[in-house]
């Protein structure tokens, strides 16, 4: 494929500069992440949670390094590590992103776990513990899932991909990334080679930023394809940030044909307003649609969030969430109920 030939020479000339380079010494490793502890209410969604009250946290630890080396290139990474989900004994405690870039005047590559280029394009933006782009309204509402996603990845999600972005030119800025398999098949390993699942990913994304007095904006396009079967698969996303003053506006679109038996989209917005220095309101709003040509079971989910956040100082923020979790399908379990969420986020 075009595509995957234009990355391999790029690496190659880019390794061919890399090795010679000398590096004056070992690059120094930075740690950072974040830890969010949330309590809330839930209404019974499908189901018949032994508790509508639920205590909830997510927390990562980032492990950034970087190394510029003689030759004006720069060598870096970051691995990121799920850390602690409150059960030790079922293995979730992982790292999920982890990649190497090497970067100078001829742009960047990036390799490993981590998002498609597609990804970048933009998503939906609000305050609070939960949100509308892979909402959280389904953890606090129970048995009810997430259509709300915007990455346009097609399935390929976090799997091994080679990832090259240009310099910035005048705002405008073009990605494509490589992804060989997506590790959803029988070998799924990071080192191990598929025998199944799709192959072949390729995904592309051209972003524009730019400013226009006090407003500020940026808008992505992202195009996504694979084989699946022998059949290939694509879809498309667009995304849209614009910034004036206090308010700061984005909406985000994603059309995938994931399969021969199913169809996903989503639309939503986000509207974030600033009071002050310390506070901050916000409302938002996504829907997504699964169409699988099959009777009886296509899928229609909303959600609409309301949140305010405080700045607390020093990396730590307190924030809270009201929302409306609707669900609607051919089968008759149709959920239309709400959910309250509040707690602290800390940033290191």
Do not use: C
Not at 42 to 50: F, I, K, S
Not at 101 to 109: A, E, H, L, V
Not at 323 to 337: A, I, L
């Amino acid at each position: 494929m075009k595509s995957s030939k234009l990355l391999a020479s790029t690496m190659l000339v880019s390794a061919a500069a890399l090795m010679a380079a000398a590096p004056a010494s070992a690059a120094k490793l930075k740690l950072g992440g974040y830890y969010e502890q949330w309590f809330g209410f839930g209404a019974d969604g499908t189901a018949n949670p032994v508790s509508n009250f639920d205590v909830k946290h997510d927390a990562e630890i980032h492990f950034s390094f970087k190394q510029k080396l003689n030759n004006g290139l720069t060598v870096g990474g970051k691995l990121e590590m799920e850390a602690g989900n409150g059960n030790p004994g079922s293995g979730v405690d992982a790292f999920d992103e982890t990649s190497l870039y090497m970067s100078g005047g001829f742009g960047k590559i990036q390799m490993g776990n981590n998002d498609v280029a597609s990804a970048s394009a933009g998503g939906v933006s609000v305050v609070g513990p939960v949100g509308i782009i892979k909402s959280d309204a389904g953890d606090w509402i129970a048995a009810t899932g997430s259509l709300n996603n915007s990455d346009n990845d097609l399935g390929m999600g976090d799997a091994q991909n080679i990832t090259y972005m240009t310099p910035k030119m005048n705002g405008l800025q073009m990605s494509v990334s490589y992804t060989p398999d997506a590790s959803d098949g029988a070998s799924s390993d990071y080192d191990d080679s598929e025998t199944s699942g799709i192959q072949d990913g390729i995904s592309a994304l051209v972003k524009y930023s730019g400013k226009m007095g006090s407003t500020s904006m940026s808008v992505g396009v992202g195009y996504s394809q694979v084989e699946s079967g022998g059949t290939d698969r694509d879809g498309y996303n667009v995304g849209l940030k614009v910034s004036s003053g206090a308010v700061t506006f984005t909406t985000a679109y994603a059309a995938e044909d994931i399969s021969a038996t199913r169809e996903d989209s989503f639309i939503g917005a986000g509207i974030i307003y600033k009071m002050d220095k310390m506070h901050k309101v916000s409302v938002g709003y996504g829907k997504g649609e699964r169409d699988t040509g099959t009777s009886n079971a296509d899928l229609e989910e909303n959600v609409a969030t309301l949140g305010i956040e405080r700045n607390l100082g020093g990396g730590v923020s307190a924030s809270a969430s009201v929302f409306r979790r609707e669900t609607n399908n051919d089968t008759g379990t149709n959920v239309d109920d709400v959910g309250a969420a509040a707690g602290l986020k800390v940033k290191f």
